[in-house]
């Protein structure tokens, strides 16, 4: 029991911080594909830089560690229940030693089970087979990337590309709306995994089976390997880009799966992926316990240090040939904020405070623990580290996708004259408008970059309404070149509004039909 639950830990502690080489391949690529000096040139390079903090500090790839899914093939006789403890054991401890985030909620009070436990949580599927060993996959997928599933009911209309129907081009229809409405919300340049067929459940259990594939595989069924192939060279030329800044690189891979269905149904269902693609496999013997492989570690692994070092010089000087680079400090005046404009690079110093979901709704209704006139709201639940003194220590902070804050965040901000506001994906018409009205600006930092921006963060001052969890808390925090980009501004511009407004016109050129 105590080697099982060794290697499930040690399988748990590899996918939070340690990219598979397929993906770092595919990200490696993306950055090839991309335009130096742009704003997406800039979040690649961010990315691959979070990658090796990761692989260095031994800490999680991504704040977000997701709802950890488990699928496990286990031979004939094998007691799966002693699996299963053995998980449980080893998610507790995982999440004790700040390697995942503790993100069990309770659906109904709200209450953080504090150990990643609780009813579904961790999600462990099994299956027996007759090899002679027992294969354990694991799957970390961010609730950023979970919210931008999408599942299509056959026949539709879908904007942008008109009627879908049941056949291989309404498929084709429903993958490229689904890269669409992700956007940047989603931590592009992402991954998705395509159901087609089956009922709601098993149609996005057949999507998110093929998430488990290697990006470089082929599709054994002809029919699904070119519609994979389509969606690669065109989803691209949609100019999502990373992070929803516009660019080249939009989708990193594309997997379809088919199962059967009832004749009244048809659902094509996708399971939306970040960059940070956080899933790795072991193969285990049944009678100790013992690793005796690794899976997705076939290929070359990608050196970012070297690449990012040849690079760098260049880089620096197209940048800053391109972008206006601008320090604040809080408290912010509103004069500072109208002189910023949508592609400026904004480096952050001093405080800010972190502020979620329970964080907006909360201040809807009660005053803020601290004054937050002239202050830096950062979408941000980041995983800490309490110490022997009781001082916590930020482990991985990346933002939070901040479109769910969209009701209440103009509100907030004239409410307690909050000046800026960071997250990722950008924010909807309502908080444009109050930008605009009260003097603020939205900055988005780099989705996923865990690492990055917990290296910026050099002390905790302390946190406020830790009764709402670790990832929903006010902290307050010094930081120090903390760095993102101006996407919305005070004079209501948006950039994320441009990017979708373009990748739909870009959308429409494939409502033709492609297959016979």
């Not at 592009?188 to 999507?207: K, M």
């Not at 989708?251 to 009832?262: A, D, E, H, P, S």
């Not at 690079?345 to 979620?356: C, F, P, Y």
């Amino acid at each position: 029991m105590e080697k099982l639950k060794e290697s499930m830990y040690q399988l748990i502690v590899e996918t939070s911080t340690n990219l598979p080489k397929d993906v770092r391949r595919a990200i490696a690529k993306a950055k090839a594909q991309e335009n130096a000096g742009t704003r997406a040139a800039m979040s690649l390079d961010t990315i691959s830089e979070n990658i090796l903090k990761a692989d260095e500090n031994v800490s999680p790839i991504c704040q977000d560690t997701g709802l950890p899914t488990f699928k496990i093939k286990t031979p004939v006789g094998v007691n799966q229940l002693k699996i299963k403890d053995a998980i449980i054991a080893a998610i507790k401890e995982a999440t004790d030693n700040t390697k995942l985030r503790p993100n069990s909620v309770d659906s109904i009070t709200g209450a953080n089970s504090g150990d990643n436990l609780g009813p579904g949580t961790p999600v462990i599927k099994f299956e027996q087979w007759e090899e002679d060993y027992i294969d354990a996959r694991l799957i970390l997928k961010g609730g950023g990337c979970e919210n931008k599933n999408i599942q299509y009911s056959l026949p539709t209309e879908l904007e942008g590309l008109g009627r879908a129907g049941r056949d291989l081009d309404g498929i084709r229809k429903c993958i490229m709306h689904s890269v669409y409405q992700a956007q940047g919300q989603g931590c592009s340049a992402g991954v998705i995994g395509v159901g087609i067929g089956g009922d709601r459940t098993s149609g996005y259990e057949l999507a998110k089976e093929q998430l488990f594939r290697t990006l470089e595989d082929t599709n054994p069924n002809e029919d699904l390997r070119k519609l994979e192939e389509y969606v690669m060279e065109n989803a691209n030329k949609l100019g999502i880009g990373t992070m929803g800044f516009g660019g080249e690189a939009t989708l990193l891979g594309c997997k379809v799966g088919v199962m059967n269905r009832i004749p009244a149904s048809f659902f094509v269902s996708v399971a939306y992926n970040c960059w940070a693609y956080r899933r790795l496999g072991i193969k285990m013997d049944p009678n100790t316990g013992e690793i005796t492989e690794w899976l997705y570690q076939e290929g070359e692994k990608i050196d970012f240090k070297k690449e990012m070092e040849k690079a760098a010089a260049s880089l620096d000087e197209e940048v800053k040939d391109e972008v206006r680079e601008v320090v604040l400090e809080a408290p912010i005046t509103e004069e500072q904020i109208r002189e910023l404009r949508v592609g400026d690079v904004v480096r952050i110093n001093g405080v800010m405070h972190t502020g979620r979901d329970a964080i907006h709704k909360h201040l809807m209704s009660n005053d803020a623990p601290v004054d937050l006139n002239g202050q830096i709201i950062y979408h941000c639940g980041p995983v800490m580290m309490k110490d022997a003194n009781g001082e916590y220590h930020v482990k991985a902070a990346g933002p939070t996708t901040s479109i769910r804050e969209e009701p209440y965040q103009g509100d907030i901000m004239k409410k307690f004259g909050i000046r800026a506001v960071i997250g990722k994906g950008g924010m909807g018409p309502k908080t444009l408008k109050a930008l605009e009205e009260h003097g603020g600006v939205y900055l988005n930092a780099i989705g996923g970059a865990a690492q990055y921006y917990a290296e910026c963060i050099k002390k905790v001052d302390g946190v406020d309404l830790l009764e709402f969890g670790i990832p929903e808390a006010m902290w307050h925090l010094q930081v120090e070149g903390f760095t993102a980009v101006v996407t919305m501004d005070s004079h209501g511009n948006s950039l994320h509004h441009d990017v979708e407004k373009s990748s739909l016109e870009k959308l429409a050129q494939f409502k033709d039909p492609v297959f016979k």
